[in-house]
């Protein structure tokens, strides 16, 4: 096997080995069909199987009832920024928002820019988006509450989802989809880009209760409408096809490990690896309060930014890339998402110790 390095990188991020092999085999001709899937028409039966298969994997390892509708579509969680608005927040209605950091803000500031009306109830800016708000007030006749389930850049993640009562739950949970089991009877819409934990780039996940698909107005753009969008679930017009087949390897993956219980399990074991390391003196400091750690992505400082520069060079040296944080806040990121490894994670702490040797 080629030599593979350690990839800590925030999106498109890590996939299993497994899955890049089955795709390696079937590159050229998918079991015996004599082309590739980046070849197949989407609307052919071909096709049609590996979509269907992706969607009931979905369905099986989310637990999703019969009344939601899967969509694979495009334009990543920013398009879906304004498809929840158009589609749910009518005119003469507010919906609340709770900001939580870069995303969190994004997606009120396009509801905004569509002229919607949009209450923040509640918001972590005050300390740097180092935290998840634990006491806010639901509006109790708000369209609906929408959060963002794991911040990447700041590396805050939900640790429980609100209780609702009669609002509706909307969730960006781009960046720790299918990393943990939820309830999605709690959700009336959840969407996730696919590049963190089950696919490559290309697609986005939305999986919306049947009775929102209603309340999609008649005039707006056909590409933003879930109603049309969901008449032909992910099939309206040419979908990311390959994309698509490779999150079917993966949720494939996933129910091999065990499902989304088994995979929390492994995600909670990797992450404290590096949260010990980081608790263990002050050489390396973590930036998140602790209860609310995200168990994908885990930012931290070293003393001055010519030591973190000195301990990015070393570790791309040392076969490990992607930690470097994200351009509006500095300091080292490593994302822990589905596919690396513990090997990985247990690396660059005998890295992260090695270095503290050298520069202490």
Known sequence: MEKRIHNFNAGPAALPMEVLEEAQKNLLNHKGQGLSVLEMSHRSKEYDAILKEA?????????????????????????????VPLNLLPEGKSADYINTGVWATKAIEEAQKLGKTVKVIASSEDKAFTYIPKKFDISPDAAYLHITANNTIRGTEWQSFPDTGKVDLVCDMSSDFCSRPVDVKKFALIYAGAQKNVGPAGATIVIIRNDLLEKSPKNIPTMCNYKIMAKEPSLYNTPPCFTIYMIGLVLKWLKKIGGLAKMQEINVAKAKVLYDRLDKNDFYRGTVEKDSRSLMNIPFRLKSEELEEKFLKEAKANDMIGMKGHRSVGGIRASFYNAVSMESARALVAFMDEFEKKNS
């Open 55 to 83: 969607e009931k994997d979905m369905k099986e390892l989310l637990g999703i009832p019969d009344n939601y509708t899967v969509m694979f579509l495009q334009g990543g969680a920013t398009l879906q920024f304004a498809m």
